[in-house]
């Protein structure tokens, strides 16, 4: 009886990590058209982040180019762990990276976004 009830025990808590990390997750285009030139899906690039960072959650989703290729970028927060993982998923391919953020990287990328975000505009 005991082994029945930790049995069913276990699967709750299986099913509720997966509900918690299969939370919706709307992907950012950040520029018009991209969506239209990927090959991959934003769904099927969602299941491959996940899939590199099984443990991680979701915390920003992007589509972009960078470095002349479009990609799908994906910052994930993984439980005790500091920064974010950056799962970025080729969006003609599928091919996938995983880099590692720190808070100090994270704000660093952040300032220099905002350098350039300030240069495009007139």
Known sequence: MTRIIWTAGAAL???AATAQAQQPVKVKETEKGLAAKARISSDSAIAIARARVPHGTISEAELEREKGKIIYS??????GKTGIDE????????????SHESPADEKAEA???ARAKAKKKP
């Open 111 to 113: 300032k220099a976004d």
């Open 74 to 79: 994906f910052d994930m927060k993984v439980p």
């Open 13 to 15: 808590l299986v099913a």
């Open 87 to 98: 799962v970025n998923v080729d969006a003609v391919t599928g091919a996938a990276t995983v």
